[in-house]
């Protein structure tokens, strides 16, 4: 179906106004399908003029414009002509809607632990028509009235304050000016946590089944929610615009959360059913701070159209970021920045399919997804930081206070944004934004310690002139020797400082990690690594060495073994929980599997398992540390003994007692190395049949390395309708991880041929994920990346697997160039 293009939004929104939306929703129809009434009152500015509206029904039944009737039939490509628009006017539309089960639209899951099932609209990025007809642009907003019938065991949250009028019957108030993709409606047998703060009605809700859960968790999770909004109150000086604050944790949802006003939705991973670590617990509240500054940026002021998306996103990453630090326990939050969220953002810089943050011209809405990335998020963030770095922080505030009152209700754009800060700041940012956001790529940051100059290298792709402030620090047994302000405005900048104290063990540009730019370490400072890293005091400059480490690695420069001997030295006595998880994750998701050749597998995990151990033995038990070692150690083991006792719930650290969880990690390394089989797995499941459990059987069963199981996966992954995103998710992250080259090749090709052709029922928000877990990347041979390189030749892939093929392939490439320069 096309995509609205920019054009023809413009074209929409110079001719009509959108006055009020009237959605009434009928989810008492059964499992598949749901009923949709829309009454739009819209003005036109050209009476006698047409357009269209956008509606994506199983069945239009009837549409009526003024008083008369539109023709069904005309509906195509999701849209329906209007004609003769008069001045004032209403719109009349009632259809049958299906639920999805990809994560966009209205999507309905079954929880398997009681058979309920739950519903939770998520309309962005233009999935709106699949719930009601609309005209679905970011700058055609309108206060909702949304009605709801449902099952009447049922609870119906809103972005309007939710009233059960009737038995299954529900209002919901009419709310201020909303763009369509914010809209929502949860509905099921939802599990509620309600309080209230500072006048704000609070709700935290979740699966019935998760309802203990949600009980142990809400307390910390209300605490940020508050945290967050005095925190926001004070910094914009602008009351929480939307009523009540319903945070609700869904089944299924594709990404971490959305922003609905008043009715965010998260992953309801984030309740979690088992033991959690501190970083985990930082992330979600990264999560919930993130959604809210979205309530002021983004919600109560919308990008005009979808090239602005990464403003939103840039703003929020930082503000979280920011609020933690400020507002909450986690002073730690931009050490978890580092590690977590830019690492992310280099990889995205690393890929040809890096842009620059903003300006991308988001010709039709669907492109825009595709800038949805790494790039948005953490550079965008990292360039704000820059930002307030050049302009000082009261201007910056000054300048987002003014750009959130003047917009208010309404939409802004780059132009606007920036028009603030220079108005704030006096200054004049054109070479600036040139530079940090109309430019893509990072430069290279590097000291030589013998001429005490730090060099800046623009990548020679994207030629530009970044000016950078960060600051460069040494280190040596143990002790911090020097930390200098650094401004950097020129290629070669002789830092005297630096020269004074060239003989410290380690040398770490950007220590503090205020600007965004690719750390090349020193050979010094690489070899000095395995015994001097976990000495460092400051874990903001160990996790940008790892950071480091992995970029030296991902770019050829730094042989892979390093990294691992750096693990096995570092890890046991690494401090930050956000450091620990990440290394461990990147080494064993990527380092190990991709960059060594197989012979080197069992040496390499043998290492990561033996600091897993090391750690465990060390830390307190039932402490973050120790559960992040028995992850880690679950992951990498090759003690089938151990693996198996684990499995059957005896020896197990302490904290993890039935937690079902863990008992999935040693299910998946028992059953890649083949020493569990289907009927193992399947028991295992009959102790956990939940929605979690489910999907790590699946995982577990696509993992098994016979070419049987791995037939099966196959077919379930790219053949089975039925299955939904997380499902899908699941096979793809189970079937690469294990058995031999000589199985897994034929699926390269398959790959190429069966994973583009599950867009036809599959969205491309899910399609963009699976279709990146599902890429042969593990099959580290030149036959896989030309057979990728074919694919992107031949044209003809939608734009979220073309997206994972290119990502998908620049990975293998590097892989590739390091296994043949490292051998
Ligand atoms: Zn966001």
Redesign the pocket.
């Known amino acids: 179906m096309p995509s609205l293009t920019r054009h023809e939004a413009q074209l929409r929104s110079e001719l009509i106004s959108v006055n009020r939306m009237e959605v009434d929703l009928d989810l008492d129809r059964g499992a598949d399908h749901f009923h949709s009434q829309t009454r739009i009152t819209f003005t036109c500015a050209r009476p006698g003029a047409s357009t269209f509206v956008d509606v994506k029904p199983v069945e239009l039944r009837s549409m009526v414009l003024n008083g008369r009737p539109v023709d069904v039939a005309t509906l195509a490509d999701g849209r329906v002509e209007l004609t003769d628009l008069a001045a004032e006017n209403v719109l009349e539309a009632q259809a049958v809607m299906g639920y999805s089960r990809d994560g966009q639209g209205l999507h309905r899951a079954t929880d398997p632990a009681d058979n309920q099932d739950y519903v939770y609209g998520h309309l962005f990025l233009d999935a709106g028509p699949r719930v009601f007809a609309c005209f679905d642009q970011p700058d055609l907003k309108a206060p909702y009235a949304v009605s709801v019938t449902a099952p009447p065991a049922w609870l119906v949250v809103g972005n309007g304050a939710a009233t059960q009028v009737t038995p299954g019957r529900w209002e919901l108030a009419e709310t201020r000016p909303l763009a369509t993709y914010f809209v929502t409606v949860c509905a099921g047998p939802y599990a509620s946590v309600r309080d209230e703060h500072d006048g704000v009605p609070l709700g935290i809700h979740a699966r019935a089944s998760l309802r203990e859960a949600l009980e142990r968790e809400a307390p910390q999770m209300l605490e940020v929610t508050k945290a967050s909004l005095d925190y926001y109150h004070g910094l914009f000086g602008i009351r929480y615009p939307f009523g009540e604050y319903h945070q609700v944790f869904v089944p299924e949802f594709n990404a971490g959360a959305m ?1 609905n006003p008043g009715c965010v939705t998260f992953r309801d991973t984030y309740v979690f059913r088992g033991a959690a670590a501190r970083d985990e617990v930082l992330a979600r509240s990264n999560t919930i701070t ?2 809210m500054a ?1 309530m002021w940026f ?1 919600d109560l002021v919308t990008m005009r159209w979808w090239d602005d998306l990464w403003l ?2 840039s703003f ?1 990453e930082y503000m979280a970021h920011r609020t933690c630090v400020e507002a909450t326990e986690f002073t730690d939050a931009w050490v978890d920045s580092t590690v977590a969220r830019k690492a992310w953002g280099y990889a995205a810089e690393r890929t040809p399919s890096t842009h620059p943050v903003a300006g991308s011209p988001a010709l039709d809405a669907q492109s825009a997804l595709q800038d949805f990335d790494g790039i948005s998020y953490a550079k965008g963030a990292a360039a704000l930081r820059q930002l307030i770095a050049h302009i000082g922080d009261e201007a910056f505030i000054a300048g987002v206070t003014a750009y959130l009152r003047e917009h208010s209700f309404a939409n802004g754009t780059l132009a606007d944004f920036l028009g603030a800060m220079e108005r704030a700041s006096g200054r004049d940012l054109t070479s600036w934004s040139r530079a940090w956001l109309l430019t893509a790529g990072a430069d290279v940051i590097s000291v030589d310690r013998s001429t005490g100059s730090v060099s800046r290298i623009a990548p020679q792709a994207f030629p530009a002139d970044r000016p950078h402030t960060f600051d460069v620090a040494g280190y040596d047994g143990g002790v911090e020797r020097f930390r200098v302000p650094v401004t950097v405005t020129a290629d070669h900048t002789v830092v005297e400082a630096l020269r004074a104290a060239a003989d410290v063990e380690l040398v770490v540009p950007n220590a503090g990690d205020l600007t965004w730019a690719t750390v090349l370490l020193d050979p010094l400072t690489v070899e000095a690594l395995p015994t001097a890293l976990a000495a460092v005091p400051d874990a903001q400059a160990r996790a940008v060495v790892w950071v480091a480490l992995v970029d030296g690695v991902c770019l050829g420069q730094t042989d892979p073994r390093v990294m691992v001997r750096a693990f096995g030295a570092a890890w046991p006595q690494e401090d930050s929980d956000s450091v620990l998880n990440r290394t461990a994750a990147t080494l064993l998701g990527r380092v190990i599997p991709t960059f060594l050749p197989e012979s080197e597998h069992d040496w390499a995990l043998e290492m990561v398992a033996h600091a897993a151990s090391r750690l465990l033995a060390s830390s307190a038990p039932g402490s973050t540390h120790a559960l992040l070692a028995a992850r880690t150690l679950a992951r990498s083991s090759a003690d089938e003994a151990l693996l198996h006792a684990w499995a059957d719930g005896t020896g197990l650290p302490a904290g993890l007692e039935g937690d079902s969880d863990f008992r999935w990690i040693v299910v998946r390394n028992l059953a890649g190395r083949g020493w569990t089989d289907r009927v193992g797995v399947e028991a295992v499941l009959s102790r956990d049949d939940t929605l979690q459990g489910r999907l790590g059987a699946l995982t577990a069963l696509a993992a098994l390395p016979d070419p049987e199981s791995k037939a099966w996966a196959w077919r379930e992954l790219t053949t089975n309708r039925h299955r939904s995103n997380y499902e899908l998710n699941a096979l793809a992250q189970g079937f690469w991880v294990s058995g031999g080259l000589e199985v897994l090749r034929p699926y390269v090709a398959r790959y190429f041929e069966d994973v583009p052709a599950m867009t036809a029922w599959v969205g491309e928000d899910a399609m963009a994920r699976v279709a990146t877990l599902a890429y042969p990347g593990r099959v580290v041979e030149p036959e896989t990346l030309s057979a990728s390189q074919g694919t992107l030749e031949r044209g003809e892939l939608t734009a979220a697997v073309r997206r994972a093929v290119v990502d998908g392939q620049s990975e293998l490439r590097e892989a590739l160039s390091s296994r043949a320069a490292f051998r």
């Open positions: 922003e993130h959604e979205h983004g939103n996103e929020a």
